[in-house]
């Protein structure tokens, strides 16, 4: 298993887009996918709202889904758009 909290997963109910697969801590085993997400600045600060759907959820109580699930899985995604733009500044340098 990966080191990382979350691993890029491909699933046969969804084919066309590529899910997110915690891999970690008490959410372990539950598979996503963002939907529209949206930057938004307010007072001088960058936040993204977005939409998700749980693809699997591991059995997990769906009470249990709730501030702490979403916190998550926004720092999910701010690490991905990172990783993105960092790869993206690499390839344009070479």
Known sequence: MSDKTYSYIETAKHPDQTCIGINKGKFSGVVYKYGKVTPIEKDGSLTMQFEYDIIENN?????QFGEEFFKLIGDILMEIIDEKYRTDDTSKSN
Do not use: G, K, L
């Not at 059995?59 to 009470?63: G, L, S, V, Y």
């Open 59 to 63: 059995a997990i109580p769906r009470e």
